[in-house]
């Protein structure tokens, strides 16, 4: 079946660093998801992209999608305190149902 | 957030009892999804429904089973709970005209 991989698992950075989470399906993904989960929380959505190569900006937040449709990731520029979390991505691909398949998640940790 | 409660948000159990957990939402959507996380392991799909009667199980669906008899009401039944059932458990919905899912605040499962 589908796999989404996402590296890494942790990441540890200095508040005012940047971070970057990557994630790679074994399969064609007809769109990829990514969102955050606070610790003790919730899995909260960020962003959906669509489109070969598409690239979206949320303030600090760049997601990207790549050419083939099998790999995504996410850059936070400067990181904060409020950035601390786990951060998922999520794929589907065409027919499955409107079901899909999350990578491990990367946790990140910030240092004030 | 979406309109999606879960009961009970915390249980103890022992091994060998029954146990349901309830996924309950107030938009009308028809696509209700149950999954687990697990350090490690992110987050995976057991079961998923797309309509009142019609569900389908998901990648780890074994020693689960699922019930839709009303659109706002999805239950989770573990028939006979056993330690490795221990989890986090998330109930989420579809929005409309996207893939993007709507968690619900989590039950955490601890079964003895």
Known sequence: GQQVMQIPQYQHVQEGEDFTTYCNSSTTLSNIQWYKQRPGGHPVFLIQLVKSGEVKKQKRLTFQFGEAKKNSSLHITATQTTDVGTYFCAGRSGGSNYKLTFGKGTLLTVNP | ?112
């Open chain 2, 1 to 112: 957030d979406a309109g999606i409660t879960q009961s009970p948000r915390h249980k103890v159990t022992e091994t060998g009892t029954p146990v349901t957990l309830r996924c309950h939402q107030t938009e009308n959507h028809r696509y209700m999804y149950w999954y687990r996380q697990d350090p490690g392991h992110g987050l995976r799909l057991i079961h998923y429904s797309y309509g009142v009667k019609d569900t389908d199980k998901g990648e780890v669906s074994d020693g689960y089973s699922v019930s839709r008899s009303k659109t706002e009401d999805f239950l989770l039944t573990l028939e006979s709970a056993t330690s490795s059932q221990t989890s986090v458990y998330f109930c989420a919905i579809k929005g409309l005209g996207a893939d993007t899912q709507y968690f619900g605040p989590g039950t955490r499962l601890t079964v003895l």
